[in-house]
Each structure stands twice: as structure tokens, then as C-alpha cells.
């Protein structure tokens, strides 16, 4: 079936580092890729989102390329900031299902200052 | 903006109560969902509702049940709480393939 793995955390990066947070995907049709973010005490937020193959998704300084040939949907910063800090969910539309979202297991992220 | 309300933040209930969770979205969605959050296994889908009286059944449907009599409101329901089910809740709303908006969560715990 279809489904969606993050790389593990917790991720800690000092502010200003580079930050990649890998996602790949097992998807049968076209489905579209989202990355959510959830800050402390809060509910999930989008982030950003790609709908076809080599589509970027870009917010607040995130990116995400949505690689068809590698089934990937990598998220990347160049440069983190404190605020950051929080769990970063990579999930997918499921192909003629409405919205319904597959998510990975989620990634925490700590950015010391 | 979206907004999806959950109606507790915080929940504490015993072993065998019956237990309603309420969610209610202002954007006249059609498209409602119940999640349960848990470290290390992310979101998971308990049921879902494409319009009012219709659901479907997500991928852990196990001892819960919902209600969808309204079109802006959403209730999942535990028949008989167990311990296994403290959890978070999320709640989400969204429109044809729209990306889903969520509510803030209710923290359940079953003592």
C-alpha cells in the first residue's frame, strides 16, 4: 500500500546550519506531496506542497523538489533559525481518495542557538 | 482564515467511559477527518466523512465510531475508553484536494 518514510530524529543543528530532512515515498498514481509543520502545543500546519513530478514546493526560506525517478520529497533550508524548532511531517494525497493524507512518522527538529 | 476547533485541549477520562471528541470547521468543508498522533508512528487516520452521514473508515478504526449530522461539525466517539487509546487527536477539514487544515489537538489520557 501506499506509504511515506522520514529519516529519524531527533535532528539537532546549530542556527545558520544547512538543514535536509529526506522523505520517500511508495505511491501507486500520481499523488500529491506535502510537507506540515507542527510547533510546540500546536496542531499541524502546511508548510509546503508539490503536485507533479519536478515541482518545488517553497515557504519561509524551506524547499522541497518532488523527484518522480527517486520517489523523494526532500525538505532543505540553507540556513536555520531557532524558531524552526518544531516536528516536521512529510505526507501524501492518496491517488482518487479526496484528501485523504498518508503521514510519515515525523521529524523533530532542535535548532540551538 | 481556516479555523478548526476542537473543543478540549486537554481530556481525562477513566477506563469504560464513553467518550466524544467534537471538532467543528467554519470554511463549509466537505471533506473531514479524526487522526491519532503518537510518537514514532505519526499520524494516523481514524475515520473520515465526504459529506454529512457518510463515513469511512481509516486505517485504525478499532474502537472508535463518528458522527457527521452537521456539515461543520465532526465527532469521533470512543465506545468504551481503554488505556490504549490516550493519545493526541487531530482533527482535519479540507475541500476536494485542497491541502487539509487542522485543528490544535486534544490530548487525551485514559486512566
Known amino acids: 500500500g501506499d506509504s511515506v518514510t522520514q529519516m529519524e530524529g531527533p535532528v539537532t543543528l546549530s542556527e545558520e546550519a544547512f538543514l535536509t530532512i529526506n522523505c520517500t515515498y511508495t505511491a501507486t498514481g500520481y499523488p500529491s506531496l506535502f510537507w506540515y509543520v507542527q510547533y510546540p502545543g500546536e496542531g499541524l500546519q502546511l508548510l509546503l506542497k508539490a503536485t507533479k513530478a519536478d515541482d518545488k514546493g517553497s515557504n519561509k526560506g524551506f524547499e522541497a523538489t518532488y523527484r518522480k525517478e527517486t520517489t523523494s520529497f526532500h525538505l532543505e533550508k540553507g540556513s536555520v533559525q531557532v524558531s524552526d524548532s518544531a516536528v516536521y511531517f512529510c505526507?501524501?494525497?492518496?491517488?482518487?481518495?479526496?484528501?485523504?493524507?498518508?503521514f510519515g512518522q515525523g521529524t523533530e527538529l532542535s535548532v540551538k542557538p | 482564515d481556516v479555523k478548526v476547533t476542537q473543543s478540549s485541549r486537554y481530556l481525562v477520562k477513566r477506563t469504560g467511559e464513553k467518550v466524544f471528541l467534537e471538532c467543528v470547521q467554519d470554511m463549509d468543508h466537505e471533506n473531514m477527518f479524526w487522526y491519532r498522533q503518537d510518537p514514532g508512528l505519526g499520524l494516523r487516520l481514524i475515520y473520515f466523512?465526504?459529506?454529512?452521514?457518510?463515513?469511512e473508515k481509516g486505517d485504525i478504526p478499532e474502537g472508535y465510531s463518528v458522527s457527521r449530522e452537521k456539515k461543520e461539525r465532526f465527532s469521533l466517539i470512543l465506545e468504551s475508553a481503554s488505556t490504549n487509546q490516550t493519545s493526541m487527536y487531530l482533527c482535519?477539514?479540507?475541500?476536494?484536494?485542497?491541502?487539509?487544515?487542522f485543528g490544535d489537538g486534544t490530548r487525551l489520557s485514559i486512566l
Open positions: 505526507a501524501l494525497r492518496v491517488y482518487n481518495q479526496g484528501g485523504k493524507l498518508i
Open positions: 482535519a477539514s479540507g475541500r476536494g484536494n485542497q491541502p487539509q487544515h
Open positions: 466523512s465526504y459529506d454529512v452521514k457518510m463515513k
